[in-house]
């Protein structure tokens, strides 16, 4: 089920992670900063069950299908890397590492979700089937986390903005010069 403040959360929290890299490194641009949302976004690619059910995919291409492999380790990076194909090539390999930062950031949220059994998904699927403990802070439908990222993107945006006055202002003064 589509939780409308767990995609909230995710893409802030991408919005917050690339506004961040934007003020630390001036090549991070707008554009990237919405790969790293996308990637924030990405291991919740899952949710095309609700378009394209497991069965009728099975049935469609007469195999045993599943699109839950997408929300973990193996699926984000199967994502990313066909992501990244869309692009230019010279382009690819920024695009790799800010979609893998954004997705990374959606693993660690979700490990911090409260479930019933305690243990959290096998997020680093293949490479293990380990379920860690989960983190028992949030339901995926609280309303706080996506508050709190929301201020958090807030407090970034106004940084980024005030940052942006400053180097603009520096640029102007070493013109003159």
């Given at each position: 089920?589509?939780?409308v403040p767990?995609?909230?959360t995710h893409?802030?929290?991408g919005?917050v992670?690339?506004?961040?890299?934007?003020?630390?490194?001036?090549r991070?641009?707008r554009a990237?900063?919405?790969?790293v949302?996308?990637?924030?976004?990405?291991?919740?690619?899952t949710?095309?069950?609700l378009f394209?059910?497991d069965?009728?995919?099975?049935?469609?291409?007469g195999?045993?299908?599943?699109?839950?492999?997408?929300?973990?380790l193996?699926g984000t990076?199967?994502v990313?890397?066909?992501?990244?194909?869309?692009?230019a090539p010279?382009y690819r390999?920024?695009?790799?590492?800010l979609?893998?930062?954004g997705?990374?950031?959606?693993h660690?949220?979700d490990?911090?979700?409260?479930t019933?059994t305690?243990?959290s998904y096998a997020a680093?699927?293949?490479?293990?089937e380990?379920r860690?403990?989960a983190g028992?802070l949030?339901?995926?439908t609280?309303?706080w986390?996506a508050?709190?990222s929301?201020?958090?993107?807030?407090l970034?945006w106004a940084?980024?903005r005030?940052v942006?006055v400053g180097?603009?202002e520096?640029s102007?003064s070493?013109e003159?010069?």
């Amino acid at each position: 089920m589509i939780t409308v403040p767990d995609v909230l959360t995710h893409v802030l929290a991408g919005y917050v992670i690339g506004t961040l890299l934007s003020i630390r490194y001036e090549r991070v641009r707008r554009a990237h900063v919405t790969l790293v949302m996308v990637g924030a976004l990405s291991p919740d690619f899952t949710k095309i069950d609700l378009f394209f059910p497991d069965e009728f995919v099975s049935y469609l291409l007469g195999i045993p299908f599943s699109w839950a492999p997408l929300h973990v380790l193996g699926g984000t990076i199967v994502v990313t890397l066909f992501g990244s194909l869309l692009l230019a090539p010279e382009y690819r390999r920024d695009a790799i590492v800010l979609v893998a930062i954004g997705a990374a950031s959606h693993h660690v949220l979700d490990l911090g979700l409260m479930t019933s059994t305690g243990y959290s998904y096998a997020a680093f699927w293949p490479l293990t089937e380990y379920r860690p403990p989960a983190g028992g802070l949030y339901l995926s439908t609280d309303r706080w986390p996506a508050l709190v990222s929301g201020l958090c993107a807030v407090l970034v945006w106004a940084a980024k903005r005030r940052v942006g006055v400053g180097r603009s202002e520096e640029s102007a003064s070493l013109e003159q010069q």
